[in-house]
């Protein structure tokens, strides 16, 4: 049978070997870890040594292991104590009010900032109205 | 960035199609949840929350590896989540867009409990052998092995650990996992492979390193 990369499992009798079509059994558990989901492809150099050596192939069957166990932990809830809902809760409203009070104060804010500039504006206006009238008097009188 | 929804990394609820790219299911009544909440109705959110919070927690707990700081984390995550809201596009299940923020606020606790603390575990540190004298065939029941696993993450260093729970219990991908951890991708995959290699010596030790770690 074939694994996700290839690797048949060893014809019986096999001895393995610490070192087989170039590869080390080092260099296999080395990379094990990084190939055992299937995600990155092993080398054939490597998986020719997998295939021929039953201490690599044991070694690949206990991270296969491993990865199942870690899938099985996907399916299981560990329950929160009943309080964590309304702690939740309670901060995700004390969240919203300071939200709001921001957003009023933010409000009020553009208004204050709208009057004095509306005050400015006017000040301004009355005083050239003021200083065009003072010009017409003197032209007048001249 | 937990504004960044891709919809991607849920094995549960999700279906492939022909061309394998996966196609979030998402269930009518938490779409109009979604939609509710978005538009600034408040029980609806708390309605998500009611029926999101087992599975964040137990993320965050996963994560953490303790009681405490998973409702810190839990906590913190629903509430940037509400937040976020707005921004979350609802082409992904609800739960998957927490898990990316959990994992999210999980660094950020982990990151600043190791600023105050001196005895976090680098990535490097050998994990203590505190393990019974294990028999093999035990091993074989689906239920010890769950509980040794979950006591070999917990023994795992924090940066190890957050990594391969996203990836291997939760599926994220490489790229979700590097963005919400804020590391590399290439970084998250040596993580990976580190982890992968530490667990499988606890659970699984091989002839030769159980002399080893005997010694």
Not at chain 1, 67 to 92: C, F, K, M, N, Q
Not at chain 1, 119 to 141: D, E, M, P, Q, Y
Not at chain 2, 162 to 187: C, K
Request: net charge neutral; glycine share 8%.
């Amino acid at each position: 049978m074939r694994s996700k990369f290839g690797v048949r499992a060893a014809p019986t009798g096999s001895s393995g070997g610490s070192r087989s079509n170039g590869v080390s059994c080092a260099a296999v558990a080395a990379a094990l870890p990084g190939i055992v989901d299937g995600v990155d492809v092993a080398a054939l150099d490597l998986r020719r040594h997998v295939e021929s050596c039953l201490r690599c192939q044991a070694e690949l069957a206990q991270y296969r292991k491993v990865l199942r166990a870690l899938h099985t932990l996907r399916t299981e809830l560990i329950e929160p104590s009943p309080g964590l809902l309304p702690d939740i809760l309670v901060a995700l409203e004390a969240a919203g009010e300071r939200g709001a009070m921001k957003h009023l104060l933010t409000g009020r804010r553009a208004a204050y900032l709208g009057g004095i500039a509306a005050a400015a504006t006017a000040g301004a206006a009355g005083a050239i109205v003021l200083a065009s009238r003072r010009h017409r008097r003197v032209a007048v009188a001249s | 960035m937990v504004e960044d929804d891709d919809g991607a990394g849920d094995p549960v609820g999700n279906l492939s199609d022909p061309a394998g790219v996966v196609v979030p299911v998402i269930p009518a009544e938490e779409a109009a949840l979604v939609e509710r909440a978005k538009a600034g109705d408040v029980n609806a959110f708390a309605e998500l929350v009611r029926l999101s919070q087992a599975e964040v927690y137990t993320l965050a707990f996963r994560l953490t590896g303790n009681e405490d700081d998973a409702r810190d984390v839990a906590q913190d995550a629903y509430l940037r989540a509400f937040k976020a809201l707005k921004r979350f596009r609802g082409d992904a299940r609800f739960s998957t867009w927490m898990y990316r923020i959990t994992a999210n606020c999980a660094s950020s606790h982990l990151s600043r409990r190791s600023k105050s603390s001196h005895d976090e575990l680098s990535d490097d540190d050998a994990m203590p052998d505190e393990r019974p004298e294990s028999n093999p065939e035990g091993m074989a029941e689906a239920g010890a092995l769950r509980d040794r696993m979950t006591a070999a993450l917990a023994e795992l260093p924090a940066p190890l650990r957050s990594v391969v729970v996203l990836r291997d219990v939760y599926d994220l991908p490489h790229e979700a996992i590097a963005s919400e951890l804020g590391i590399t991708e290439a970084a998250a995959k040596v993580r990976l492979h580190r982890a992968r290699k530490k667990l499988r010596e606890r659970l699984f030790p091989m002839p030769g390193e159980e002399k080893a770690r005997a010694v």
